[in-house]
């Protein structure tokens, strides 16, 4: 039999396919409006790559084999079948940008329409993520950095199809090379580049060419196997249960794609290769609900994450549970009018060449005018202003201009989110963190900056950050991530000349003693080796632990049995500070103004209060270790503060939603670990 004939079944619509995209989308938006309940739904984007695989290279091989491949064709077909509801959505979220967002995330807002417009979303993405990203809940276009994938995915694959098919035409045998090649490249890099593996086409390659290989193998007798006889109900069951599997064991913790993203796709690739005639298929797949939620599936995975996002911006965090199924409800009922109103239409529209047209020019607006926005000059001060106005005593550039003597201190909260914003530079961390000494950070900052962040570590730190001058009597050692780093700059202005700081401290790194060799492709491992090898080597008095989460005690009594036995005289855990749901600055003009309380139990996460507790519980009566209550200290009653003084609005308490700033950093300093270190004196 030929290619032609072996194709033609998979031509003809397939009601089970739009069943499994129903599957597909309700993980992704199961996973993002509820992530307790579902951590591993957003495998379900996998399922769609798998998908649009097979679709797009059904399509292309049938198209060749009758003669009929043209490249303006295809691409004509997709702007026809993508184009008209992003942009409806685009336009929306900027709009919605226009009333909800601060300066800084509508320009961020802007330059994710334009990536968005380009399809290079992804790779915009790449180049902001790391450990210094902002929330992904706050960026109401990050679910669009799959379509850049499967954008870029039928950029490429025609033509590289088409060589094939010209040349030899052994597509099936080139396929399974090229998703080789793309697989080992996903597994091999995932531990040492987890970021570029996550958003880069050529380490996702692999799972739309999965969809391609049943495609191209249509004529085998494997593919053939899988649709046949009783295999394929066999081949249909196991397939959905890889795929409910995957769901419920997959986390975010999860080296993903690597090895993890095989039991989704494949069980995408039994799904779509039994046939419709499967069990499963026929049965659950091919139901009429399932089937109608396919259908709007592109345009309910388009809606949805902007309103939750949105929602959570609005909020100054997560919405509860019934606005955000009330979100969800809203996304569905936009998906089916923008289903009905648009996407119909213009399918059916036999003005195929003048709608294809103006699709192109409103796209091709709709990036431009982003972009021009993205590039206009800003409101708030240049950084390198701040950092040359603001000094350690001084009350900011805005004390005599822009503040009154009131209780708000600020005229307006243009001129208070002035203060405080990231924009335009891109690089306020360099200047809020300006003191969290990151020479002795194992993190590649200078790589995230350049947009390409990876796990390898530094080759080295700084050599004052791990070895005692002798000219100070006694050594404190901060160990742990970037809320280790905070102290740095408290410690050094409250303690006396006796006492030298000495800092191990990577970005995202919580203290372990688990690690017992060198790493080159895990900054963590080796920032923690080297602690270890560090506090063997220099002995110092004291060690100061602390990280922002994930608190584990068990760990923790570890690390301090551990230090002991190397002769530490005192280990120091501080305690989570307190955490917001959004940054403070940003909690205090959404939900606050303008009363702007010094303290508040508004936007405080509860979790860190309980965990608080534990800890403290934990540990009472040790004679080696001793807890710091950070919360205790910052919060009451009447809630967590907000600033240290009563009228100053530039003394904030925390920069974003838990690193202290400069001035609560002193004051922790003073209040609790001067004191506490000094009895070892």
Request: charged share 15%.
């Amino acid at each position: 039999m030929s290619l032609l004939s072996n194709l033609k079944p998979h031509l003809s619509y397939r009601p089970d396919i739009d069943g499994l995209r129903a599957v597909s989308v309700m993980l992704v938006v199961g996973f993002h409006a509820f992530p307790a309940w579902l951590g591993g739904g957003f495998v379900g984007v996998d399922i769609f790559f798998v998908i649009s695989g097979f679709l797009i290279t059904t399509i292309i091989l049938s198209d060749l084999a009758n003669g009929t491949f043209s490249f303006t064709g295809f691409y004509a077909r997709r702007v026809r079948r993508i184009f008209p509801a992003l942009i409806v959505v685009l336009v929306c979220c900027f709009l919605l940008g226009l009333q909800l967002l601060q300066v800084d995330e509508a320009r961020r807002l802007n330059k994710h329409i334009a990536g968005a417009v380009g399809f290079i979303l992804n790779y915009v993405f790449l180049g902001e993520s790391g450990y210094f990203d902002s929330t992904a809940n706050v960026k109401p276009l990050l679910h669009l950095w799959s379509l850049g994938i499967e954008e870029q995915f039928y950029l490429l694959w025609p033509i590289l199809l088409f060589a094939i098919w010209r040349f030899g035409r052994a597509t099936l045998l080139a396929t399974v090379c090229l998703a080789l090649i793309s697989f080992v490249w996903n597994v091999t890099e995932i531990m040492s580049n987890p970021i570029a593996t996550f958003y880069s086409i050529q380490t996702r390659f692999w799972e739309l060419l999965i969809g391609g290989l049943l495609a191209c193998g249509a004529s085998s007798k494997w593919s053939r196997a899988l649709s046949t006889g009783k295999f394929r109900h066999v081949s249909s069951v196991l397939g959905l249960s890889l795929i409910i599997c995957a769901a419920l064991t997959v986390t975010t913790r999860s080296s993903f794609p690597g090895w993890w993203a095989l039991p989704p796709t494949l069980g995408a690739f039994l799904l779509i290769g039994s046939g419709p005639s499967a069990w499963v298929n026929q049965s659950l797949l091919s139901n009429k609900l399932l089937v109608g939620i396919g259908l709007v599936s592109f345009p309910l995975y388009l809606w949805h994450w902007p309103l939750l996002s949105f929602g959570w911006i609005y909020s100054s965090g997560a919405p509860s549970p019934w606005i955000r199924l009330s979100l969800v409800v809203a996304a569905v009922a936009l998906a089916k009018l923008t289903y009905e109103l648009i996407e119909k239409p213009i399918r059916l529209t036999k003005h195929k060449r003048l709608v294809t047209g103006f699709l192109c020019v409103a796209m091709s607006l709709v990036g431009v005018l982003a972009y021009v926005r993205y590039q206009l000059p800003q409101k708030p001060l240049l950084l390198e202003e701040k950092a040359d106005s603001i000094q350690p005593d001084s009350k900011g550039p805005l004390s005599k201009t822009d503040m009154t003597d009131g209780k708000t201190a600020f005229k307006s909260k243009e001129a208070f989110y002035a203060y405080y914003a990231n924009e335009p530079t891109d690089r306020w961390l360099t200047f809020f963190e300006r003191d969290f000494r990151h020479e002795c950070n194992f993190y590649q900052i200078d790589k995230y900056y350049l947009g390409k962040p990876t796990n390898e570590p530094k080759q080295s730190i700084d050599k004052t950050c791990y070895t005692a001058d002798g000219q100070h009597k006694k050594t404190i050692l901060i160990w742990g991530d970037s809320h280790a780093q905070m102290l740095n700059y408290g410690l050094t202005k409250a303690l006396d000349d006796k006492w030298q700081v000495l800092q191990i401290a990577s970005s995202g790194c919580l203290a372990s003693v688990s690690f017992q060799k060198k790493s080159d492709t895990d900054y963590c491992a080796q920032s923690n080796w080297f602690a270890l090898d560090t506090i063997a080597t220099v002995k110092p008095n004291v060690v100061i632990v602390a990280q922002s989460a994930n608190h584990n005690i068990e760990d923790l009594r570890m690390i301090a049995s551990k230090l002991q036995d190397m002769g530490v005289d005192k280990t120091i855990f501080v305690g989570p500070s307190p955490h917001w749901d959004d940054d403070l600055p940003k909690l205090m003009i959404r939900r606050l103004w303008p009363e702007m309380p010094q303290r508040t139990l508004v936007g405080i996460k509860q979790e860190f209060i309980t965990l608080n507790n534990t800890l403290q519980a934990a540990f009472r009566g040790s004679k080696t270790s001793v807890y710091i209550n950070v919360i205790d200290l910052f919060c009451n009653g009447d809630g967590c503060l907000t600033r240290l003084a009563s009228n100053d609005m530039t003394d904030l308490t925390t920069w974003d939603q838990g690193h202290l700033t400069r001035s609560a950093s002193e004051y922790l300093a003073r209040q609790l670990l001067v004191p506490e270190i000094l009895k070892t004196e």
